[in-house]
């Protein structure tokens, strides 16, 4: 199992929940309800404690259900991320017979 960890943990300034072209479809509300939204959650520092808390619960529950865990945290940039988790797919592929229950960061 291979968790990358949200750019709300380590990575904020790159941290949006803007669409990066208008056809990707991820945000329904008007830029006024997205105001509101944000203005109700606590701005940009509520959504990113929200999704944190998301991310924290979304790997506990990883590690509940795989024998094998790899978390690729936000210590590099997105390019380096990539490799690492890029890498640790292939090791992974490499030792597939090997693995052993494990919980490790990348």
Not at 39 to 65: C, F, P, T, Y
Request: net charge neutral.
């Amino acid at each position: 199992m291979l968790h990358l960890k949200t750019a709300a943990e380590g990575a904020e300034p790159f941290y949006s929940t803007l669409n990066t072209t208008p056809t990707d479809g991820v945000r329904t509300e008007t830029a006024e309800e997205a105001r509101e939204l944000d203005a109700r959650s606590g701005g940009n520092q509520g959504v990113i404690k929200e999704a944190r808390e998301l991310d924290a619960r979304i790997l506990m529950n990883w590690k509940r259900v795989h024998r094998s865990v790899v978390v690729i945290d936000n210590s590099t940039d997105l390019g380096q991320k990539v490799t690492r988790a890029c890498g640790a797919v292939l090791g992974a592929l490499r030792s597939v017979s090997t693995m052993a229950p494990a919980v490790t960061s990348v």
